[in-house]
């Protein structure tokens, strides 16, 4: 069973920046298309950003312009960039991966989760 292990949350104040990673064990990283997700509480999970196995990326609206996912393939990791964050970014933030096989097999790998804490 692949893993997926997140780092780089933590409290940050209004304006600043973290990087998130998402390192994942196993192979074929470079096959999987990567989204982040976010869980602020009392509301539902929702898709921050994510990025194709080719490298299309996609954006939330309430984060463009303010964060960047990339990967590196080579390391077998996923980042997110986050500058200029609000308290409204607080949330826990989910790493996940997700490929079909050509034989219609579904891969869907999820981290743990870590907290991103915006405030003064």
């Known amino acids: 069973q692949d893993q997926l292990v997140e780092s780089g949350g933590g409290l940050v104040q209004p304006g600043g920046s973290l990087r998130l990673s998402c390192a994942k064990s196993?192979?074929?990283?470079?096959?999987?298309?990567m989204g982040w997700y976010r869980q602020a509480p009392g509301r539902q999970r929702e898709l921050a950003a994510s990025?194709?196995?080719?490298?299309?990326?996609r954006y939330a609206d309430s984060v463009k312009g303010r964060f960047t996912i990339s990967r590196d393939n080579a390391k077998n990791t996923g980042y997110l960039q986050m500058n200029s964050l609000k308290p409204e970014d607080t949330a826990v933030y989910y790493c996940?991966?997700?490929?079909?096989?050509?034989?219609?097999?579904?891969?869907?790998?999820w981290g743990q989760g870590t907290q991103v804490t915006v405030s003064s």
């Open positions: 996940n991966v997700r490929r079909t096989s050509r034989w219609g097999k579904t891969y869907d790998y």
């Open positions: 196993g192979s074929m990283f470079s096959a999987f298309d």
């Open positions: 990025i194709t196995s080719d490298g299309s990326t």
